[in-house]
């Protein structure tokens, strides 16, 4: 089994900053990559962003590139997602989830999630 913990949501007004923590414990040597989802009522959970969590690579969806950051401490077992420059449509619940094998991008193909951190970007 793998717990995850995330923190860090918030409000923040647009063109601002948060930096998401994901505390990952738990059986994580079987962990191919984690990764931050986001979903906001109504839709489908969407991909924003995956690292792979023993070795290198980093993915993310198009609309966060070049204003998202993805990063680890393996030393820490946690997780990032600093945002920045964050837009109204940011707004979302997001989720860390840890998968052992699968495509990057999708849910299902993820066997761990956390309860979701809330990130509210003004206007």
């Known amino acids: 089994q793998v717990q995850l913990v995330e923190s860090g949501g918030g409000l923040v007004q647009a063109g601002g900053r948060l930096r998401l923590s994901c505390a990952a414990s738990?059986?994580?040597?079987?962990?191919?990559?984690i990764s931050w989802f986001r979903q906001v009522p109504g839709k489908e959970r969407e991909f924003v962003s995956a690292?792979?969590?023993?070795?290198?690579?980093?993915y993310y969806t198009d609309s966060v590139k070049g204003r998202f950051t993805i990063s680890k401490d393996n030393a820490k077992n946690t997780l990032y997602l600093q945002m920045n420059s964050l837009k109204p449509e940011d707004t979302a619940v997001y989720y860390c989830?840890?998968?052992?094998?699968?495509?990057?991008?999708?849910?299902?193909?993820?066997?761990?999630w956390g309860q979701g951190t809330q990130v509210t970007v003004s206007s």
């Open positions: 738990g059986r994580l040597f079987n962990i191919d990559a």
């Open positions: 690292i792979s969590w023993f070795g290198f690579g980093e």
């Open positions: 989830a840890a998968q052992i094998r699968g495509a990057r991008s999708v849910p299902s193909d993820y066997r761990y």
